[in-house]
């Protein structure tokens, strides 16, 4: 006995959870590799993830990859490797990427003829492609995606959110007409903001990027923005409409309905691991993880209590059974942990639902319910367990929707001068809605003074006032601006 309660002491993993007050970036961390998400590895700023960590990117790729499908995308595989000659075709694009690259130089012992990028996105290589595949309008549209890693060589990395590895899906597609690609652009973003609203539980801002913040090469590149916990903001995705940019230097060009060769017009879209990082920074607490239960890689856990008693790991054994045809289950039956242990260690794992079940609950026909987003307990029939759990499922991914976009709602201001901006900024650090002149000198200034960049130019505008919030002069554009990851 004395030996548990050493071990219990020593993993304590609630306490060992930075105070998300007291240092949000190590309160992140620490979630990260307690919750046994992802851990450092050799390679510096590369993570491995960790079975738990990737069921939660499983769960999302699979629910993403449906909508996409519904959309008529097809998944493909393209090579990791580039030849820098073909990087290089697309001046903007290369000028974009170029401190991020990685490059490989020697393959089997001898110096390559040519570098090879690792890729840190696809579009070269899949027009490259393209302009092998196509011939006629007939052909159109080609809407291919693949579920691949990139490397981007970032100097500041942090897990999830800035890996120089990361796992994504990136969407490429081309079309007979402007208008086509366009329309598809903006249904790809309405796909990421259902995936981030509605398995996410996070509310989205959706808009353009501004000329200086949108993709490097792209006509326009339109995101859903997020907004965490700590008032930073966080890309959760974008899609890009790229006109004839790529596809006049690779030569994709097709015969259309008149006869005439054109070049096609070209959309790229993509979501990441980065929304690993969201869920933690949108949801968690102090106590861990808090997961919204369709992304939950165990929806809910049991826990036997006084499991030493004659029938109860039985009982438990068959609520397994019986749940696991509903829901992602498991059940906690290790003999080395007390149940107190277990109640902290799944919370910190933020399993949205905890059944306890013991000798008297037995006897009684029923289990207690604890739910993760509110620590709140209720007791419930084992005859009708389904239909309840069901219900407090569809009742925590409300609450947390909620309580994310009451946050953002607290962390929102307007500011109508610079100094107005300022004060709000660092008071309440969230997101600033300004008018903006359009003035790319301005947008640089406003970053330099306050750390914010702009997030989005939002569908949904508003007339906040008449004047730039920097420069003074008539503006009729309204921004929202914010401190980013």
């Known amino acids: 006995m004395k030996g548990l309660k050493n071990m219990e002491k020593n993993n304590?993993?609630?306490?060992?959870?930075?105070?998300?007050?007291?240092?949000?970036?190590q309160w992140y961390t620490d979630i990260v590799k307690k919750a046994e998400l992802a851990d450092y590895t050799a390679v510096k700023g590369f993570i491995s993830i960790r079975p738990y960590g990737y069921a939660i990117w499983e769960n999302i790729q699979k629910y993403a990859d449906n909508k996409f499908k519904e959309h008529g995308v097809e998944n493909l595989s393209m090579p990791l490797l580039i030849p820098e000659s073909l990087l290089n075709k697309e001046k903007d694009h290369v000028e974009g990427f170029a401190p991020e690259v990685a490059w490989v130089t020697t393959g089997g012992g001898q110096e390559l003829d040519e570098r090879l990028c690792i890729r840190p996105t696809s579009e070269t290589i899949f027009d490259t492609m393209y302009s092998k595949w196509l011939s006629s309008w007939r052909d159109l549209p080609y809407i291919y995606n693949q579920w691949c890693n990139v490397v981007r060589w970032e100097k500041e990395t942090r897990p999830f959110l800035r890996s120089r590895e990361f796992l994504w899906q990136e969407g490429h597609t081309i079309h007979e007409t402007a208008e086509e690609a366009e329309k598809f652009t903006l249904e790809m973003l309405d796909v990421y903001q259902d995936v981030i609203e509605n398995l996410l539980a996070i509310p989205v801002l959706k808009g353009r990027k501004t000329e200086t913040e949108k993709f490097a090469g792209a006509e326009a590149t339109y995101t859903v923005e997020t907004l965490m916990l700590d008032g930073r903001a966080l890309q959760g995705g974008t899609s890009h409409y790229f006109g004839q940019n790529f596809t006049k230097p690779f030569d994709v060009k097709?015969?259309?309905?008149?006869?005439?060769q054109e070049y096609a017009y070209q959309t790229s879209w993509g979501i990441?691991?980065?929304?690993?990082?969201?869920?933690?920074?949108?949801?968690?607490?102090?106590?861990?993880?808090?997961?919204?239960?369709?992304v939950a890689p165990i929806q809910v856990v049991i826990v036997p209590v006084a499991a030493?008693?004659?029938?109860?790991?039985?009982?438990?054994t068959e609520l397994?059974?019986?749940?696991?045809?509903?829901?992602?289950?498991?059940?906690d039956s290790r003999e080395q942990y007390t149940p107190g242990y277990k109640f902290n260690y799944w919370e910190m794992k933020g399993v949205p639902v905890r059944i306890e079940i013991g000798p008297r609950d037995i006897e009684n026909n029923q289990c207690i319910v604890v739910r993760r987003d509110t620590l709140e307990k209720s007791t419930i029939s084992l005859d009708n367990i389904e239909e309840e759990i069901t219900k407090l499922l569809e009742d925590i991914h409300t609450n947390m929707y909620n309580m994310a976009k009451e946050v953002r709602e607290k962390r929102t201001n307007i500011a109508i001068n610079m100094d107005e901006f300022t004060e709000?900024?660092?008071?309440?650090?969230?997101?600033?809605?300004?008018?903006?002149?359009?003035?790319?000198?301005?947008?640089?200034?406003?970053h330099e003074l306050t750390g914010a960049k702009s997030r989005c130019i939002p569908f949904e505008q508003e007339h906040i006032g008449e004047k730039c919030v920097y420069c003074g002069k008539p503006a009729d554009t309204m921004v929202v601006w914010g401190r980013q990851y």
Not at 254 to 260: H, V
Not at 308 to 316: D, L, T, Y
């Open 12 to 25: 304590d993993f609630v306490k060992e959870i930075t105070n998300i007050e007291d240092d949000f970036a």
């Open 254 to 260: 097709f015969q259309n309905r008149e006869g005439k």
């Open 272 to 294: 990441s691991t980065r929304l690993i990082g969201a869920v933690i920074m949108a949801h968690g607490d102090n106590r861990g993880l808090k997961l919204p239960p369709k």
């Open 308 to 316: 030493n008693k004659a029938g109860v790991i039985e009982k438990a």
């Open 320 to 331: 397994e059974a019986k749940l696991k045809k509903s829901f992602r289950t498991k059940l």
């Open 424 to 446: 709000k900024i660092n008071e309440n650090q969230g997101y600033i809605k300004t008018m903006w002149c359009g003035s790319a000198e301005c947008e640089e200034k406003i």
